[in-house]
């Protein structure tokens, strides 16, 4: 109002003025406020994530479903795999190179049709020590607004105790 009445080349009484100003410097702070809540809330919620994937024993991975590059990986990862995350972040594909090689095509194969579907597998891996683990790796779908698939995530168990005791129980049958 006091701009297109300045505009007009009108003048206006002080009380007006000092109105509007009043009632813009309130939109100003509720906007604010509302960013700082909402910024807070965000934090927060971001705090007990990081909280939940330090200190569980599982992995916590996303990728991207085209490029099938890792985005997000939590601390379990280098405990698992014996690999750090940030070799994983500088060469997002170089989870690949973990899968043993006699597991690899059938595993990558089968992240391939996870774009269409749930991820459930079980196989080798290989530390950097040439020792070898089994690994149970959940993955699932995640569509984006307009229903394609752009993500995929999931979990990874080390299951290599598991499979010993298996193992070791069919042996003295």
Not at 95 to 113: F, M, N, Q, S
Request: glycine share 6%.
């Amino acid at each position: 109002m006091v701009i297109r009445a300045k505009l007009h080349g009108e003048q206006l009484p002080s009380f007006v003025i000092s109105i509007e100003a009043v009632g813009f410097a309130a939109v100003i702070v509720t906007g604010t406020l509302f960013l700082v809540r909402a910024l807070r809330e965000h934090r927060q919620s971001e705090q007990r994530y990081r909280q939940m994937a330090a200190n569980i024993q599982e992995v916590f991975w996303m990728m991207d479903a085209d490029s099938k590059r890792a985005l997000e990986v939590n601390e379990a990862y280098e405990t698992i795999t014996g690999r750090s995350r940030e070799s994983l972040m500088e060469n997002p594909t170089s989870y690949e190179e973990v899968i043993h090689p006699e597991d690899r095509a059938h595993v990558l194969g089968k992240l391939d049709e996870a774009r269409t579907g749930k991820f459930d597998e079980r196989f080798r891996i290989t530390l950097p020590d040439r020792s070898i683990r089994w690994v149970r790796v959940h993955g699932f779908p995640v569509r984006n607004a307009a229903g394609k698939i752009w993500r995929l995530v999931g979990t990874a168990q080390d299951i290599t105790e598991q499979r010993k005791r298996k193992i070791k129980s069919q042996e003295t049958w």
